[in-house]
């Protein structure tokens, strides 16, 4: 490509986005606005004014970061408002997966300890203030915090996803949970999990194509479960390295069954069972 053709799609192309993301301070504003709600870091708030001072902050700190997608100043006023209407209702559900995780995992101390150093804790969050900016129809800044609490968790939810409430991802590394998944309350999910689609086509967008998880279930690691048809119903087990790409009645157990075959000297001593 000659330079000048370079240089004349390029700046073609800069008209054409009509919009200049700035990445980092995205990334910044979610990564204060959950520091700011579990108190971590050097912000501390211990009075109505330092509330009101913070808050007032961060709202300014979502303006910019709205400007930076070409919203119109108007919108933008009634996005703020939306969405830190929201927040108390999206606070007090991260309680609730907090709080589950604590009742569930035997090595977690603490809700507190939950908030500072669980990954799936973080990611769960991350889901869902981008799921709220999702729902007002943002364009790009959700998929950008998205794919921030996924760098540094390892965990991929896409906010479009549908999430209930006491939610737990235990280890969390490799999971991924698509655009149109339906997740019910009181659900866990461990490390490897993937609710994915059986085709990534571009044809089927905006169709179901991911898998619907009732209340009370648990999917053990490694299990890929995929289709937008496969419900996977109420308390059910789904057990680790299962794949599924149909629907499992309530109450079901389904388990992945593998033989291990050990060839050469003689085991000396039974091998060890053990659950992460």
């Not at 509330?51 to 933008?76: R, T």
């Not at 007002?136 to 959700?142: G, H, K, N, S, V």
């Not at 499992?248 to 039974?270: A, D, L, M, N």
């Amino acid at each position: 490509m000659k330079e000048n053709n370079f240089k004349t799609q390029f700046l073609s192309s800069i008209i054409e986005n009509k919009c200049f993301i700035v990445k980092n301070k995205a990334e910044q504003f979610i990564q204060k606005l959950y520091d700011v709600l579990f108190q971590i870091g050097d912000v501390r708030i211990t009075s109505e004014k330092d509330f009101e001072n913070v808050f007032s902050a961060l709202k300014a700190h979502l303006k910019e970061v709205l400007c930076d997608v070409s919203i119109p100043n108007d919108e933008i006023l009634k996005i703020q408002e939306a969405f830190f209407k929201a927040l108390p209702l999206i606070y007090a559900t991260l309680k609730e997966d907090a709080e589950f995780m604590l009742e569930y995992d035997p090595a977690a101390k603490s809700v507190r300890e939950i908030q500072i150093a669980y990954p799936g804790f973080f990611a769960i969050a991350i889901y869902r203030f981008s799921h709220e900016l999702h729902k007002l129809y943002i364009p790009i800044i959700p998929r950008v915090l998205s794919e921030y609490a996924h760098s540094k968790t390892g965990i991929d939810i896409h906010p479009g996803a549908k999430i209930g409430n006491r939610f737990v991802i235990d280890h969390g590394t490799g999971v991924v949970i698509g655009e149109t998944t339906i997740i019910g309350n009181n659900v866990k999910i461990f490390q490897g999990v993937t609710l994915g689609a059986i085709s990534v086509s571009r044809d089927v967008k905006g169709q179901k194509r991911h898998p619907t998880i009732e209340d009370n279930v648990v999917v053990y690691s490694g299990t890929t479960i995929l289709g937008g048809d496969t419900i996977i119903g109420e308390n059910s087990v789904i057990g680790g390295n299962v794949w599924l790409t149909e629907s499992v009645e309530p109450e079901s157990r389904v388990f992945h069954k593998s033989q291990i075959i050990v060839k050469g000297k003689k085991i000396k001593h039974q091998p060890i069972n053990f659950v992460i």
